[in-house]
């Protein structure tokens, strides 16, 4: 029988964590991360002007990419930052945000491939550490291009997972070095990981939030388990409740980490977002203060409509809420996914048989145990 990827991919992720969480067995062990030389030569950064075109250059000549023929200056350019055990070429992930963003046009399409790093099973002692140092690197090197004349303005930054993390620790720390004079517009975090930084357990790596850039919109599928569970950005959205999704086998057996289903979960997020570049209005949500309100209640039913994804209001903020289908091919609800109970709606996939209420508070105050 043969053991499906996503299943292997979480059987690896909580070895990882039994393995870290024993280090201190193993004090002789020294992990000494790569420096910024050696993370500017081996992290890539991959511009496709077009679904046909490749141009890969070191992190190191990040700021010479506008100089690219192909590169167009007035346009805006986004930056996708892939996740753990992923690359910034082939996988899944990489593909579905770079083809939206390419059939949507009028965009530089870029990913940061950090794969020589993510690819490494020691998750916890030697990724993330070493994810610290690519995303001190890469805000540096963002410098240097927005210095070289290129308007921040522009600029958008797009994470999926650890990658969610990271597009918020780059952001930051440009933020760090040019004393708040640079602030990346927009970042969206899809999923960000929470393993290590839901309970600010990793020293050195704050997970990411509000003050990371002028906007920041995270968007939760496996809340408590791979993702983050509580607000973290300007505006929140959890479809679905923000943990289990349609489409995502409920029945799929577990292992020694869990339930399949987490991965596909996981991945959802990303799937989302890829639709929303192709459509800004496929997923409608609404403004409400938990998943229970917004089921069963019926007390958020005339608050604010925002769209999940990339055309969300940026003025808008909150926790939203919204119900999705299970088909890949066409995952939006449309207005019935903001329908609540209440007022007889049939629901597309509620009850699930885990569904756990998620009462999620409205802010973390500094120092707060999640």
């Known amino acids: 029988m043969k053991i499906p990827f996503v299943f292997a991919f979480l059987v690896v992720l909580h070895i990882s964590f039994v393995c870290d ?3 201190s067995f193993f004090d002789w062990i020294s992990f000494s991360p790569d420096g910024p030389a050696k993370v500017a030569e081996n992290v890539r950064v991959v511009f496709t002007p077009d679904k046909n075109t490749v141009v890969f250059l070191p992190l190191k000549d990040l700021q010479f990419l506008p ?57 916890r002692t ?20 927005f210095n070289e004349g290129y308007p921040i303005s522009l600029f958008h930054l797009v994470g999926h997972s650890l990658g969610g993390q990271m597009v918020g620790k780059i952001s930051r720390h440009l933020k760090k070095i040019t004393d ?49 569970i509580h607000r973290v950005g300007h ?36 799937h989302f977002y890829q639709a929303s570049v192709r459509d800004e209005k496929v997923f409608p949500a ?47 609800a449309g207005m019935d996914g903001i329908r609540p109970l209440k007022y007889g709606v049939t629901r597309l996939n509620v009850p699930y048989n885990n569904y756990m209420p998620m009462s999620v508070p409205d802010e973390i105050t500094e120092g707060e145990m999640f």
């Open 21 to 23: 969480a024993r280090q």
């Open 286 to 332: 609404i403004r409400c203060i938990s998943y229970d309100d917004f089921l069963y209640n019926g007390t958020c039913y005339a608050n604010d409509i925002v769209y999940m994804g990339f055309g969300a209001d940026i003025t808008a903020t909150g926790k939203y809420y919204l119900q999705t289908r299970g088909n890949l091919f066409n995952l939006s």
């Open 67 to 123: 100089t690219h023929p192909r590169f167009n200056k007035q346009l805006p350019t986004v930056i996708y930052v892939h996740g753990w055990m992923e690359s910034g070429t082939l996988d899944v992930s990489t593909l579905a945000i770079r083809g939206a963003y390419n059939d949507r046009g009028g965009h530089n399409v870029v990913c940061l491939d950090w794969s020589h790093y993510s690819k490494n099973v020691n998750y």
């Open 180 to 228: 708040g004079t640079m602030e990346v517009p927009r970042v969206y975090s899809l999923d960000p990981a929470g393993p290590g930084f839901e309970n600010h357990n990793i020293d050195g790596f704050e997970p990411i939030s509000k003050t990371d850039a002028k906007y920041v919109q995270i968007i939760h599928t496996c809340g408590g388990v791979a993702g983050m």
């Open 126 to 145: 030697e990724v993330i550490p070493q994810m610290k140092v690519i995303a001190e690197t890469m805000a540096e090197e963002l410098r240097d291009m």
């Open 235 to 270: 505006i929140d959205f959890f479809p679905n409740g923000g943990t289990h999704h349609p489409g995502c086998a409920v029945d799929a057996g577990s292992g020694v980490f869990g339930p399949v289903e987490y991965a596909c979960d996981h991945y959802r997020s990303w």
